[in-house]
């Protein structure tokens, strides 16, 4: 092993383990130039990803292609849709003139938006998990609504 160069042993890793010990070398980097508390790391991971924002997945995926070494033309056309489809949707009815362009099939929207709920759905026993009396009033509760 000692003729293999930092790089060909690198990438002779399996993937996972690749990406693990990226991970790990890039959380010590950013601890040691205090851009990242380790306090932050083990008490509340939660900040963490908070400045790491939805925004940031496509070049984060497109950074892990480029570690694997695969094609990042993949990457790169779906980071151009989603910016079009962004553009299409938020922005571009947004301004004066603008229309929506692209609009959801009916078949998903009835598919996919939740149905109304009977409100005065009473369910069986049976389907009131561990015999419990979920989502209804206690009696307390139900004896000043009825005198009124």
Not at 4 to 10: H, I
Not at 95 to 121: A, H, M, W
Request: hydrophobic share 40%; charged share 15%; aromatic share 12%.
């Amino acid at each position: 092993m000692a003729h293999l160069t930092f790089q060909q042993e690198y990438m002779q890793m399996p993937p996972v383990t690749r990406a693990y010990t990226t991970a790990c070398v890039i959380t010590t980097i950013l601890v040691q130039l205090d851009i990242v508390s380790p306090f932050q790391l083990y008490f509340n991971p939660i900040l963490i990803f908070r400045h790491y924002q939805a925004p940031y997945l496509p070049w984060v995926l497109l950074g892990f292609s480029v570690l694997l070494g695969n094609s990042i033309l993949v990457d790169l056309v779906g980071i151009a849709v989603g910016h079009i489809y962004y553009f299409l949707e938020d922005v571009f009815p947004a301004r004066s003139g603008g229309i929506r362009l692209l609009k959801t099939p009916r078949f998903l929207v009835q598919l996919c938006e939740p149905r109304n709920e009977d409100p005065n759905y009473n369910p069986l026993p049976e389907e009131r998990p561990g015999g419990f009396l979920w989502g209804e009033r206690p009696q307390e509760e139900q004896q000043p609504q009825q005198q009124q």
